[in-house]
């Protein structure tokens, strides 16, 4: 879903490759790590443990290191982030060698999961487009306009839903909020954690 409003726009969509890193995370339990620190999935994913297979490439320490790098570039995206994967050589991460090994032994797990969470959030996105569930977030920046009294500056916000068990978002500057997908559809929530953001974009 895109709003444009005379030189802003507004996306929310999800994000696959951020979806199958957290299952990543939490299948080998990596605990609360990279930045910023996601809530656990939902529904939550079958452990997998790492330590046989990272034992010979820096253990579940270098594990999470590694992962942590990798959600960075995520987060940032564009240039930085790892967003198509090679398996079965993951070549990737070839700087990497923990991370490696366990999406080489996980990978299918991973990657039918992420699917399956993909393909019920674009079931639930095209009944709110449907509905114009997504009025809230014009709403919002016409209401912080009459605020300031002006137009709102030219900005653009990208809105990543992703299926965690925790109804917040988290701020990604410059322009990137990643939030759990039932935090839309609580109106008081989605204004308690935009309104801050869009203080800052409008």
Not at 97 to 106: D, I, K
Not at 177 to 191: K, M, N, P, S
């Amino acid at each position: 879903m895109t709003t444009p409003r005379t030189g802003w726009t507004i996306s929310v969509d999800t994000a696959p490759m951020m979806i199958l890193a957290l299952y990543v995370r939490d299948a080998a339990d990596l605990g609360p790590c990279g930045h910023p620190q996601l809530a656990p999935l939902l529904p939550g994913v079958r452990y997998a443990d790492p330590h046989q297979l990272t034992a010979h490439a820096g253990g579940v320490d270098a594990l999470r290191e590694e992962w942590e790098l990798w959600w960075h570039g995520l987060c940032l995206g564009g240039e930085h982030a790892v967003e198509q994967l090679t398996p079965p050589s993951f070549g990737e991460f070839a700087g990497s060698p923990a991370l490696r090994r366990y999406l080489q032994a996980h990978f299918g797990s991973a990657l039918l999961w992420s699917r399956e969470r993909v393909a019920e959030y674009r079931q639930v996105a095209d009944t709110r487009d449907a509905l114009h569930q997504h009025s809230i977030l014009r709403r919002l920046v016409e209401e912080r306009e009459l605020d300031v009294d002006r137009s709102a500056r030219p900005f653009r916000l990208q809105i990543v839903e992703l299926p965690l068990a925790e109804k917040r978002a988290w701020f990604v500057e410059p322009d990137r909020l990643l939030i759990g997908h039932t935090l839309l559809t609580d109106e008081a929530a989605t204004r308690e954690f935009l309104e801050p953001v869009l203080e800052l974009l409008v």
